[in-house]
């Protein structure tokens, strides 16, 4: 007389247990063939991007180490950290550094502002909203070469209209001084880019349950409580994310003083010394180790906002 054999409990708790902690489980011939296509489908995008910018990088860093000066071909030869030294002990990159930033960090906080009120404007826009959202996107739709044009032709004294102006002197020279080509450039910036972080903001206050203003109202709570209290805390993800494109996109500022001083009246931005290094003194060692300082900077500007200001921002898979 047979018997059936007993179920194996333990196996099977075994591998739920294993399922649950992520363990080893067995793959299907249609999972492996899903991650094969995944693979294949997405090689060609991973070579490209390799290419385009890991190959670039890779080369910065052999010619930084390296002096290259297609002045002096004859004198090339490995230099090791040489060229890193040479910057870093410069007065103009750490004068370039500070105007980079004080230009980052100045429009970045005109904008976050600029663009916190026109995102409420286009979330909240009873009639027309359509045609607000689209005016308002214009000034980013428009080239950043054009737009720096367009300004610098508007406060230029011979022809712009900007020193036609009553509360302006008829003939200030606005490239003619420091304080006054930065407040161009700073208002070019400003103007340019504001659209894109109220969008990024827009995005983000579209995802807030109107329900929870509604409650808020029945509670007594005024417009700016439900700002405070609401608004912000609900959107930090989306402004983390905004502050990070943009300080990155405005770090490396070229456009805008390249067009209007090219760097005189000591405007010069570290993507300006960087050029001057490259294209003008044709130095490729010199323009190659600044090309790589500013990608570390990148690198910690993001990793700062990453892993410090992130750290702020509730993860939805928390357990409650």
């Known amino acids: 007389m047979s018997t059936a054999a007993p179920p194996q409990v333990g196996q099977s708790a075994t591998r739920k247990s294993q399922r649950k902690r992520g363990g080893p489980t067995q793959t299907t011939d249609r999972t492996k063939a899903e991650r094969k296509l995944a693979l294949m489908l997405c090689a060609p995008a991973v070579i490209a991007m390799l290419l385009v910018t890991v190959y670039p990088i890779l080369y910065a860093i052999v010619l930084s180490l390296q002096t290259v000066d297609l002045r002096f071909p004859e004198e090339s030869g490995f230099v090791g950290l040489d060229n890193y030294g040479a910057v870093l002990s410069s007065p103009l990159w750490w004068q370039d550094l500070f105007n980079t930033t004080l230009v980052t960090v100045v429009s970045v906080a005109i904008e976050l502002i600029l663009g916190m009120a026109l995102a409420l404007v286009m979330h909240r826009a009873l009639f027309a909203r359509g ?19 367009a300004w610098f032709f508007a406060f230029d004294p011979s022809s712009g209209f ?3 102006l009553p509360f302006v002197a008829d003939d200030k020279a606005w490239f003619g001084n420091r304080q006054d080509a930065f407040t161009v450039i700073i208002l070019t910036e400003v103007w340019k880019t504001t659209p894109f972080m109220a969008l990024l903001l827009l995005a983000g206050l579209a995802t807030i349950d109107n ?6 109202k029945v509670d007594g709570a005024s417009a700016w409580q439900r700002f405070w209290r609401i ?48 294209i003008s003194r044709l130095n490729l060692g010199l323009g190659s180790a600044v090309s790589v300082l500013i990608f570390i900077l990148v690198l910690l500007i993001a990793f700062v906002f990453v892993r410090v200001l992130g750290t702020a921002v509730p993860s939805q898979g928390a357990k409650k």
């Open 131 to 149: 045609l607000i959202r689209t005016s308002v996107l214009i000034p980013y739709g428009i080239v950043t070469v054009v737009a720096a044009f």
């Open 162 to 164: 900007v020193n036609n």
């Open 211 to 216: 329900g929870l203003y509604e409650a808020a």
């Open 231 to 278: 608004t912000l805390p609900l959107l930090k993800p989306a402004l983390l994310v905004a502050l990070l494109f943009r300080t990155l996109d405005a770090f490396r500022v070229f456009d805008s003083i390249f067009i209007m001083t090219r760097g005189s009246q000591d405007t010069e931005s570290v993507s300006i010394l960087g050029y001057n290094q490259l």
